[in-house]
């Protein structure tokens, strides 16, 4: 289960994506809260993100960075053509029922 789950339409913006995604998961990604547990402070100050990528046919292997760096903390969603923002955020309300159940 996660506390956060993004949703970001691509398309021929890899790298701002994953400067976006690194940003994201910067602060919630191995954190060792066995110290705030001693101390009684509330762990849910370090949520735990997902972000789901629908990329609209960029062609520029964002798709291979995406799992090669976030392998687990990412869920991406191939278009198969650059169907425009509006449509990429349908494509993943049709999609939505294939998208694993911690979502």
Not at 42 to 53: A, D, G, N, Y
Not at 60 to 76: C, N
Not at 89 to 101: D, E, V
Request: aromatic content about 8%.
């Amino acid at each position: 289960m996660y506390d956060i789950v993004t949703v970001t339409v691509n398309y021929k913006m890899k790298d701002k994506v994953l400067a976006m995604l690194r940003s994201l998961f910067r602060d919630t990604e191995n954190r060792d809260i066995s110290n705030f547990a001693a101390q009684n402070l509330e762990t849910s100050l370090f949520p735990r993100v997902q972000s789901v990528v629908v990329d609209n046919d960029s062609r520029d292997s964002i798709k291979d960075a995406l799992v090669k760096e976030f392998s687990q903390r990412i869920i991406f969603i191939d278009a198969g053509a650059n169907i425009g923002f509006g449509r990429g955020n349908k494509n993943l309300r049709q999609n939505i029922i294939s998208l694993p159940t911690q979502i």
